[in-house]
Every structure is written in C-alpha cells, then in structure tokens.
C-alpha cells in the first residue's frame, strides 16, 4: 500500500511566521499535491507537482508556495502565517488511473 | 466558481437503511469520479468512483450511479451502519490522471 506521510498531525504557530509542512510518499509517483480542507468549502487546491521541480498553482495559492526537490517529498511552505490560514491540510499523491492517497493531515493553528 | 456540488451539508439515517447521498457538477469535461470517505482527524480514503463510459458501478454495500445528461451523480449505502458515519466528499476529474475537484462535503450519520 502506498504511505502517505504527513510531518506533523498538529501545528501552533504564531502570526507571521515563516511556516513549513512537509509530505513524504513511498511509492514512487509522480504526482503530489496539496488541499486544505474547511468547513462548507470541501478540499480546496492550494499546489501541485507533475514531477520534480515542477509545480503549478490551484485554486488558493495565495499566500503559499511549495517545493519538490526529491520525487517522494512535497513541501508546503506559508511564507508569513496569517490566521485565515488556520485550517487542515492535506497533501496527497497520485498514479494515473488510481485516484489520490491522503496523508492523514495537519492541523494548523495560527494565533 | 463551485464546479462540484454537494449541497446537503450533512444527512441522518437509522442503521439498515439506505442512504443517498448526491453530487451535481457543472463541467461537461469531467469524465472520471471518485467518492471519498473521511474521519474526523484523518486524511480521506478512496471508496469507489466510476467513469463516464459507465452510469453505474458498485462495491458491496457501496454502489454509485451517474447520470451524465442531468450532470449528477450518487452514492447509495445498503444497508447503512453506524461505522459508516463520516463527511463523504465527492470528487471529479477531466481524466483519470488529473487533479481532483471535490465538493464541499457531506457529513453522514447513522443512528443505532
């Protein structure tokens, strides 16, 4: 099975700093990507990557960036957390024709 | 610009009933979807999708219909138990290799 895996399951962190949420996967895809997840908004696209060192916005990338130096590693970084960006955040990865497999979460808290 | 729907926020059924849960979505090149099931704290698990070449596809007690004319599609759970309980998330792509689009999420409960 594939393994997902998500640094940190809970994050305090303080209004503007600088903050970063890693995702390892074991399996070898290519692509991996990044939502965060909100009550009444579902999973919204913040990033993604079709390979290493490529990456293209969603539908949120305000406020992020991401980065892919290695294939099994996607980093989310929030250059200067703001509370709006308190939220969960899901990073998952994919193989063409098997759908998506989530890491288990992070759930960031910026005060 | 919502492109998936699930507008029922949440949905309450006995134990051993059916239950329905929708999704509507509005962009025609969608043609592969997907229904996630997620607990609190966790990350969603895949639970079953379809393609557009098929109006319906099940898995055990889990089966999904779609009607691509009315751009609609729905998971049915028969019978329904109280594991079952969770936020379901529907979810489309315009291949089976692209990026997902969820709606909004619908939270199930089943009551003992």
């Known amino acids: 099975d594939v393994k997902v895996t998500q640094s940190s399951r809970y994050l305090v962190k303080r209004t503007g700093e600088k903050v970063f949420l890693e995702c390892v996967q074991d399996?070898?895809?290519?692509?991996m990507f990044w939502y965060r997840q909100d009550p009444g908004l579902g999973l919204r696209l913040i990033y993604f990557?079709?390979?290493?060192?490529?990456?293209e916005k969603g539908d949120i990338p305000e406020g992020y960036s991401v980065s892919r130096e290695k294939k099994e590693r996607f980093s989310l970084i929030l250059e200067s957390a703001s509370t709006n960006q308190t939220s969960m955040y899901l990073c998952?990865?994919?193989?063409?024709?098997?759908?998506?497999?989530f890491g288990s979460g992070t759930r960031l808290t910026v005060v | 610009d919502q492109q998936v729907k699930q507008n029922s926020p949440s949905l309450s059924v006995q134990e051993g009933r059916i239950s329905i849960l929708n999704c509507d979505y509005t962009n025609s090149m969608f043609d592969y979807f997907l229904w996630y099931k997620k607990y609190p704290a966790e990350g969603p698990t895949f639970l079953i999708s379809i393609s557009s070449i098929k109006d319906k596809n099940e898995d055990g007690r889990f089966t999904v219909f779609l009607n691509k004319s009315a751009k609609h599609l729905s998971l049915h759970i028969v019978p329904s138990q109280p594991g079952d309980s969770a936020v379901y998330f529907c979810a489309a792509s315009a291949s089976s290799g692209g990026k997902l689009i969820f709606g909004q999420g619908t939270e199930l409960s089943v009551k003992p």
């Open positions: 998952a990865s994919m193989v063409k024709g098997y759908g998506y497999t």
């Open positions: 990557s079709y390979d290493v060192k490529m990456k």
């Open positions: 399996m070898d895809h290519e692509n």
